[in-house]
């Protein structure tokens, strides 16, 4: 007899019919990928691609001495982490002004701010280039990290999850003595672990994976991210795809792992952004 409430022997849904062959079509890239790295290039030449005939475990020590990708990936978890960071400090500031300060023209601000959004990065890419270059920050790691303090959909999200909160939390804290600041620090940001994590999540995967920015400023190999030092894997006449896949395999674990640890997360925060 199952036991009462347990959930491991639940019948699957209808719904895993259709899931499950999608979730397949969306893991045949990551799965091709794998393939691949593990390929030698004549197995690559084949058509169709099958399973490897034999393993080249090589082609990851290969793909790590062919550039310095050590420094590659250093400079994108640099870039990733402070972007990061920025944004939740500075998103959170902004977010908690448009949700509970009223101030002349908030609206009208805000509405701006959303505006941001339907704007296309190649239209913006040009003028931010100069403004780059004005400040002297041409190939280095903070030209990467300026323009992405603070981006508007993070603010749009957590402005969100603030109007979701009771306005009768802030008022026992004032009747305690504590200012904004105070409260947006001790009583609301705890409660904002989904969005938080959601803004985290978002940011990182953005940033690591982030290549016509980094193109555009950037052509040091000391100041590169891991996204341009694998496109110079690539030649004009011959490429490597064993060793290429494996090195964008070695690029996107931590990406996988972050998603990963971060997803309860990431689905809860979607789900309830907007609902007040």
């Known amino acids: ?11 699957p849904s209808p719904w895993h019919l259709v899931l499950i062959p999608l979730a397949l079509v969306m893991a045949t890239p990551l799965i091709w990928m794998v393939l691949t790295s593990l390929s030698s290039v004549p197995d690559t030449q084949r058509f169709p691609q099958g399973v490897p005939s034999s393993l080249h475990w090589d082609n990851f020590s290969a793909a790590w001495d ?7 990936l250093t400079n994108s978890a640099i870039v990733s982490v402070v972007c990061v960071l ?6 959170s500031l902004a977010g908690y002004a448009f949700a ?20 296309p990065f190649q239209v913006v890419m040009i003028p931010s280039l100069l403004i780059v270059k004005h400040l002297g920050l041409v190939d280095t790691l903070p030209a990467l990290i300026v323009p ?8 749009y999200l957590l402005r969100q999850f603030f109007l979701g909160l009771p306005v009768e939390l802030e008022e026992a804290a004032v009747l305690d003595g504590a200012g904004r600041l105070r409260i947006l620090r001790s009583v609301l940001l705890p409660l904002m672990g989904p969005p938080l994590s959601t803004l985290a999540i978002l940011t990182f995967l953005t940033s690591w994976n982030d290549f016509l920015w980094p193109l555009l400023v950037n052509t040091s190999p000391d100041v590169m991210t891991v996204q341009i030092g694998l496109a110079s894997f690539q030649g004009a006449h011959f490429t490597n795809w064993p060793v290429l896949m494996a090195g964008t395999l070695i690029s996107q674990l931590p990406v996988i792992v972050i998603f990963l640890f971060g997803q309860r997360f990431f689905v809860s925060s979607l789900a309830t952004t907007g609902i007040k």
């Open 1 to 11: 007899m199952n036991p009462a409430g347990s959930t491991w022997l639940r019948r």
């Open 66 to 72: 062919q550039g310095p990708f050590g420094r590659w």
């Open 86 to 91: 920025s944004n939740l400090v500075l998103c």
């Open 100 to 119: 509970r300060i009223r101030f002349a023209g908030s609206r009208i601000v805000f509405g701006l701010v959303l505006a941001t959004l339907m704007v």
């Open 148 to 155: 992405n303090l603070v981006t508007p959909f993070g603010i």
